[in-house]
């Protein structure tokens, strides 16, 4: 079965710090790899995507994931944090091999938390 | 602009009394579904839809039915609610046109079933 595992439920970073926020999948072939924000009382924005090409995807809001084949991650980073970046973040992944072709399987979230 | 909406934001209901969350998309997506988001547990889809009269259910569809008569509106309904369908629920729709389905959310609706 195909899922997405984020190991953190907190990260907490001071501003102006790089920040990673862990995701790890697991599927049969190639994956299409998704990261959403979702801020307080607001709905999933979506902030980039792996489907081909480059391990290093680039984002929105200067957010950047490197896809890592061999270990199976798709890590969302930037390089200094702001306090506007506190969020809820979801890493997920597409079911490929399903006839609900547009079915997006969820991570259960990790809580970043930028100090000032 | 693009944009997915979903009335009410906020519902505060009594067991067993019908209600219906209604969500519209204007984007003209072939794809909508809905999901609710329960702590620890991510997002979990409750019924999807790949267009217009063409529904199935998804992995938590228990409790819940689905219409799509038209194809920017997919209403959720909750015919008999109960304490434990009290989650923030989620419609989203995508486009099967740009191969990824990224999918496009509304802001939530907050359900309390009491």
């Known amino acids: 079965a195909q899922s997405v595992a984020q190991p953190e439920d907190q990260v907490n970073v001071a501003e102006g710090n790089p920040l990673t926020v862990k995701c790890t999948y697991s599927?049969?072939?190639?994956?299409?790899l998704f990261w959403y924000v979702q801020y307080p009382n607001r709905g999933l924005q979506f902030l980039l995507k792996?489907?081909?090409?480059?391990?290093l995807v680039k984002g929105s809001y200067g957010f950047e994931a490197e896809f890592n084949k061999s270990q199976t991650s798709f890590h969302l980073k930037k390089p200094s944090a702001l306090v506007s970046d506190s969020a809820l973040y979801f890493c997920?992944?597409?079911?490929?091999?399903?006839?609900?072709?547009?079915?997006?399987?969820f991570g259960q979230g990790t809580t970043l938390q930028v100090k000032p | 602009e693009a944009q997915v909406t979903q009335n009410p934001r906020y519902l505060i209901t009594v067991t067993g009394k019908k209600l219906t969350v209604t969500c519209s998309q204007n984007?003209?997506?072939?794809?909508m579904s809905w999901y609710r988001q329960d702590p620890g547990l991510g997002l979990r889809q409750i019924y999807y839809?790949?267009?217009?009269?063409?529904?199935d259910k998804g992995d938590v569809p228990e409790g819940y039915k689905v219409s799509r008569k038209e194809k920017r509106n997919f209403p959720l309904i909750l015919e008999s609610p109960s304490p434990n369908q009290t989650s923030l629920y989620f419609c989203a729709s995508s486009s099967k046109a740009f191969g990824s389905y990224e999918q496009y959310f509304g802001p939530g609706t907050r359900l309390t079933v009491t």
């Open positions: 839809s790949m267009n217009v009269e063409v529904t």
């Open positions: 792996y489907i081909t090409g480059d391990n």
């Open positions: 599927v049969s072939g190639n994956p299409y």
């Open positions: 984007m003209n997506h072939e794809y």
């Open positions: 997920a992944v597409r079911d490929l091999h399903s006839s609900n072709t547009g079915k997006l399987i």
